[in-house]
Protein backbone atom coordinates (compact mmCIF):
# COMPACT_ATOMS: atom_id res chain seq x y z
CA UNK A 1 0.00 0.00 0.00
CA UNK A 2 1.18 3.38 -0.99
CA UNK A 3 2.24 5.78 2.19
CA UNK A 4 1.01 8.78 -0.30
CA UNK A 5 -2.74 7.33 -0.31
CA UNK A 6 -2.21 6.70 3.63
CA UNK A 7 -0.95 9.94 3.97
CA UNK A 8 -4.05 11.74 2.26
CA UNK A 9 -6.16 9.70 4.41
CA UNK A 10 -4.72 11.03 7.28
CA UNK A 11 -4.71 14.32 5.30
CA UNK A 12 -8.78 14.10 4.75
CA UNK A 13 -9.36 12.84 8.21
CA UNK A 14 -7.56 16.48 9.61
CA UNK A 15 -9.66 18.50 7.06
CA UNK A 16 -12.68 16.75 8.38
CA UNK A 17 -11.59 16.96 11.93
CA UNK A 18 -10.75 20.56 11.60
CA UNK A 19 -14.07 21.91 9.35
CA UNK A 20 -16.21 19.81 12.19
CA UNK A 21 -14.55 20.59 15.74
CA UNK A 22 -12.53 24.40 14.84
CA UNK A 23 -9.12 22.88 16.19
CA UNK A 24 -6.79 21.18 14.48
CA UNK A 25 -6.41 17.68 15.03
CA UNK A 26 -2.77 16.66 16.50
CA UNK A 27 -1.73 13.12 14.48
CA UNK A 28 -0.47 10.07 15.86
CA UNK A 29 2.12 9.44 13.08
CA UNK A 30 2.35 5.17 14.14
CA UNK A 31 -1.19 4.57 15.38
CA UNK A 32 -3.00 6.88 12.34
CA UNK A 33 -1.12 5.73 9.41
CA UNK A 34 -1.98 1.58 10.74
CA UNK A 35 -5.62 2.91 11.01
CA UNK A 36 -5.94 4.63 8.09
CA UNK A 37 -4.04 1.57 5.92
CA UNK A 38 -6.94 -0.34 7.96
CA UNK A 39 -9.90 1.49 6.99
CA UNK A 40 -8.79 1.83 3.35
CA UNK A 41 -8.22 -2.24 3.47
CA UNK A 42 -11.84 -2.39 5.05
CA UNK A 43 -13.44 0.15 3.01
CA UNK A 44 -12.06 -1.82 -0.03
CA UNK A 45 -13.18 -5.26 0.87
CA UNK A 46 -16.43 -4.24 1.68
CA UNK A 47 -19.44 -5.57 -0.31
CA UNK A 48 -20.59 -1.79 -0.56
CA UNK A 49 -17.44 -0.72 -2.08
CA UNK A 50 -15.95 -4.00 -4.30
CA UNK A 51 -15.39 -2.74 -7.64
CA UNK A 52 -14.76 0.51 -6.89
CA UNK A 53 -11.77 2.41 -7.85
CA UNK A 54 -9.18 4.19 -5.83
CA UNK A 55 -10.96 7.58 -5.60
CA UNK A 56 -14.40 6.26 -5.36
CA UNK A 57 -13.26 4.68 -2.19
CA UNK A 58 -11.51 7.84 -0.61
CA UNK A 59 -15.07 10.18 -1.69
CA UNK A 60 -16.89 7.08 0.25
CA UNK A 61 -14.26 7.21 2.83
CA UNK A 62 -14.28 11.40 3.03
CA UNK A 63 -17.94 11.26 3.70
CA UNK A 64 -17.73 8.36 6.26
CA UNK A 65 -14.96 10.81 8.19
CA UNK A 66 -17.41 13.91 7.87
CA UNK A 67 -20.64 11.97 9.09
CA UNK A 68 -18.46 10.10 11.97
CA UNK A 69 -17.52 13.67 13.30
CA UNK A 70 -21.45 14.05 13.41
CA UNK A 71 -21.98 11.47 15.83
CA UNK A 72 -24.26 12.42 19.09
CA UNK A 73 -22.74 10.29 21.67
CA UNK A 74 -20.71 11.54 24.43
CA UNK A 75 -17.89 9.64 23.90
CA UNK A 76 -17.42 9.77 20.38
CA UNK A 77 -17.53 13.20 20.50
CA UNK A 78 -14.82 13.92 23.40
CA UNK A 79 -12.04 10.35 21.96
CA UNK A 80 -12.95 9.92 18.05
CA UNK A 81 -9.80 9.15 16.38
CA UNK A 82 -8.83 7.71 13.06
CA UNK A 83 -7.76 4.49 15.72
CA UNK A 84 -11.35 4.89 17.48
CA UNK A 85 -12.99 5.19 14.01
CA UNK A 86 -11.11 1.83 13.19
CA UNK A 87 -11.32 -0.07 15.77
CA UNK A 88 -14.52 0.61 16.50
CA UNK A 89 -15.76 0.47 13.19
CA UNK A 90 -19.45 -1.28 13.46
CA UNK A 91 -20.56 0.92 15.90
CA UNK A 92 -19.24 3.80 14.53
CA UNK A 93 -21.09 2.52 11.37
CA UNK A 94 -24.04 2.07 13.17
CA UNK A 95 -24.26 5.78 14.13
CA UNK A 96 -23.73 6.74 10.92
CA UNK A 97 -26.45 4.83 9.24
CA UNK A 98 -28.99 5.99 11.51
CA UNK A 99 -27.67 9.41 11.23
CA UNK A 100 -27.95 8.82 7.14
CA UNK A 101 -31.43 7.34 7.76
CA UNK A 102 -32.75 10.22 9.62
CA UNK A 103 -31.04 12.09 6.87
CA UNK A 104 -32.77 10.78 4.03
CA UNK A 105 -36.59 11.31 5.88
CA UNK A 106 -35.82 14.92 6.25
CA UNK A 107 -35.09 15.18 2.84
CA UNK A 108 -38.66 13.22 2.22
CA UNK A 109 -40.39 15.03 4.78
CA UNK A 110 -39.26 18.32 2.97
CA UNK A 111 -39.85 16.83 -0.29
CA UNK A 112 -43.51 16.36 0.65
CA UNK A 113 -44.18 20.13 2.38
CA UNK A 114 -42.42 20.88 -1.18
CA UNK A 115 -45.17 18.88 -2.94
CA UNK A 116 -48.27 19.94 -0.61
CA UNK A 117 -46.85 23.74 -0.58
CA UNK A 118 -46.92 23.25 -4.65
CA UNK A 119 -50.88 21.91 -4.50
CA UNK A 120 -51.49 24.50 -2.13
CA UNK A 121 -50.73 26.90 -4.42
CA UNK A 122 -52.70 25.53 -7.47
CA UNK A 123 -55.79 24.47 -5.47
CA UNK A 124 -55.97 26.45 -2.34
CA UNK A 125 -55.41 25.36 1.15
CA UNK A 126 -58.19 23.64 1.55
CA UNK A 127 -56.92 20.88 -1.10
CA UNK A 128 -53.52 21.28 0.24
CA UNK A 129 -55.11 20.22 3.91
CA UNK A 130 -56.54 17.33 2.10
CA UNK A 131 -53.15 16.47 0.25
CA UNK A 132 -51.53 16.64 3.65
CA UNK A 133 -53.91 14.74 5.78
CA UNK A 134 -53.78 11.91 2.55
CA UNK A 135 -50.23 9.43 2.38
CA UNK A 136 -51.20 8.72 -0.93
CA UNK A 137 -53.61 10.32 -3.79
CA UNK A 138 -55.36 6.85 -4.79
CA UNK A 139 -59.15 6.34 -5.14
CA UNK A 140 -61.56 5.33 -2.41
CA UNK A 141 -64.22 2.65 -3.03
CA UNK A 142 -67.46 4.33 -3.83
CA UNK A 143 -69.84 3.86 -1.72
CA UNK A 144 -73.51 4.89 -2.44
CA UNK A 145 -75.16 7.23 0.15
CA UNK A 146 -78.38 8.79 0.10
CA UNK A 147 -77.47 12.41 -1.81
CA UNK A 148 -74.58 13.10 -0.12
CA UNK A 149 -73.21 17.00 -0.13
CA UNK A 150 -69.67 17.09 0.20
CA UNK A 151 -67.20 19.76 1.23
CA UNK A 152 -64.18 20.58 -1.65
CA UNK A 153 -62.25 18.81 1.07
CA UNK A 154 -64.16 15.77 1.17
CA UNK A 155 -64.85 15.61 -2.32
CA UNK A 156 -61.12 15.62 -2.74
CA UNK A 157 -60.32 12.63 -0.51
CA UNK A 158 -63.26 10.57 -1.61
CA UNK A 159 -62.55 11.40 -5.50
CA UNK A 160 -59.02 12.12 -5.02
CA UNK A 161 -57.23 14.68 -7.27
CA UNK A 162 -57.40 12.99 -10.60
CA UNK A 163 -61.36 14.09 -10.44
CA UNK A 164 -60.73 17.48 -8.97
CA UNK A 165 -62.00 18.66 -12.64
CA UNK A 166 -65.46 17.43 -11.94
CA UNK A 167 -65.86 19.23 -8.78
CA UNK A 168 -67.85 22.46 -10.47
CA UNK A 169 -70.06 20.08 -11.81
CA UNK A 170 -70.71 18.07 -8.48
CA UNK A 171 -71.20 21.64 -6.69
CA UNK A 172 -73.80 22.81 -9.48
CA UNK A 173 -75.28 19.57 -9.58
CA UNK A 174 -75.49 19.76 -5.54
CA UNK A 175 -77.18 23.34 -4.98
Known sequence: MSWDIIEYIIKMWCEEFKCSRKIDYIVSKGKDRKAAGDLLNKFKESKLHKGKNTEQI???LRDFFKDSLLIQ???YKKNLTL???N???NQ???HIAELRSARRKIYADNEKKKDLDAVGKVFGSEIKEAA???VYWKPKENKK????RLTKVQFIK?????ELSKWPEYKENME
Open 73 to 75: DSW
Open 92 to 94: VSQ
Open 83 to 85: SII
Open 145 to 148: RKNP
Open 87 to 89: GHI
Open 132 to 134: AST
Open 158 to 162: QYTAN
Open 58 to 60: LDA
